[in-house]
Antibody, heavy 118, light 110 residues
Framework: QVQLQESGPGLLKPSETLSLTCTIS?????????WGWIRQPPGKGLEWIGS???????YYSPSLQSRVTISVDTSKNQFSLKLSSVTAADTALYYC???????????WGQGTLVTVSS | QSALTQPPSASGSPGQSVTISCTGT?????????VSWYQQHPGKAPKLMIY???KRPSGVPDRFSGSKSGNTASLTVSGLQAEDEADYYC??????????FGAGTKLTVL
């Protein structure tokens, strides 16, 4: 079974760039699927950030597109998220997930909390 | 795109059935058969319960079912059990490779 684990700094200052990595086990990222990032502000709902295919084609939420970069590293079986110019509004639990058919998120990581504060 | 509309809360007694709605537009829910539902217990990651409107992943009890009519999708939980108490989120494809979630519904088992 596919397992995912997010990692990265938990505290950022405003205007910095958020960088998170999702490490996959139990499946080779180069074998297929899509790989997505979703976030959840404390006490609020889920928001899709963006996704990437095994070949590196990216798909971003229109509301975050100008600040988001998602990349894949097949050699490390990882994919990554960068979100630039963060503000307090970017404080959230960030999840990575698989999308076997793109349209749904089948397996999720446990999530990592990122707090933006001066 | 705007978040899909879900009722903030829903409730039912053990053994009863409860239905949670998810309303969008013809550009998302109504335009594609790509609605999924997620269950999230406090402090846990979401879990996929329904995909492509009506399909259940392996391991999800058949007490959970999905449907769609027009721009509104629904999740029905039959034979409510205590462990069904959780937050539920719908998600729809919105065209142009975009995905949009609902605001979530807190299901309480009375």
């Amino acid at each position: 079974q596919v397992q995912l684990q997010e990692s990265g700094p938990g505290l950022l200052k405003p205007s910095e760039t958020l960088s998170l990595t999702c490490t996959i086990s139990g499946y080779s990222i180069s074998s297929g699927y899509y790989w997505g990032w979703i976030r959840q502000p404390p006490g609020k709902g889920l928001e899709w950030i963006g996704s990437i295919s095994r070949s590196g084609t990216t798909y971003y939420s229109p509301s975050l597109q100008s600040r988001v970069t998602i990349s894949v590293d097949t050699s490390k079986n990882q994919f990554s998220l960068k979100l630039s110019s963060v503000t307090a509004a970017d404080t959230a639990l960030y999840y990575c997930a698989t999308q076997t058919g793109y349209y749904s998120f089948d397996y999720w990581g446990q999530g990592t909390l990122v707090t933006v504060s001066s | 795109q705007s978040a899909l509309t879900q009722p903030p809360s829903a409730s039912g007694s053990p053994g009863q059935s409860v239905t949670i709605s998810c309303t969008g537009t013809s550009s998302d829910v109504g335009g594609y058969n790509y609605v999924s539902w997620y269950q999230q217990h406090p402090g846990k990651a979401p879990k996929l319960m329904i995909y492509e409107v009506t399909k259940r992943p392996s391991g999800v009890p058949d007490r959970f079912s999905g449907s769609k009519s027009g721009n509104t999708a629904s999740l029905t939980v039959s034979g409510l059990q205590a462990e069904d108490e959780a937050d539920y989120y719908c998600c729809s494809y919105a065209g142009s490779n975009n995905l949009v979630f609902g605001a979530g519904t807190k299901l309480t088992v009375l």
